[in-house]
């Protein structure tokens, strides 16, 4: 099982060995009885995310940096835009090669 699957669907568990998740009660671990159908359905809706989230992690190292960033927007701020729109351009570019999918 999706060890995120199962904090996220049982907040109370602390530890988890295996498939056997655990509580804490006055410090000491007990196990606790999972509620298997919760945990699936959260293992699929975490899944979609994922799946719908691909764009992002495919994007994010062909960026520009920050650094790239800051300096084209001191230029602009000096009245050279020149280096902003490089930037833009290139994040645009970025953003057409990995469009994000339409809600469904």
């Given at each position: 099982m999706n060890h995120q699957a199962i904090f996220n669907t049982h907040p109370n568990v602390v530890q988890i060995v295996g498939d056997t998740a655990y509580k804490s009660?006055?410090?000491e671990l007990?196990?606790?009885t999972l509620d298997v159908d919760a945990v699936v359905a959260e293992e699929a809706r975490l899944q979609a995310e994922y799946v719908a989230t691909k764009y992002q992690r495919d994007?994010?190292?062909?960026?520009?940096?920050l650094t790239e960033f800051a300096d084209a927007y001191y230029w602009?701020?000096?009245?050279d835009d020149t280096?902003?729109?490089a930037y833009v351009a290139a994040c645009?570019?970025?953003k057409t090669?990995?469009?994000?999918?339409?809600?469904?």
């Open positions: 009660v006055d410090g007990v196990q606790v994007r994010q190292p062909e960026y520009p940096s602009s701020q000096k009245g280096k902003m729109t645009e570019a970025v090669k990995y469009p994000k999918p339409e809600a469904e």
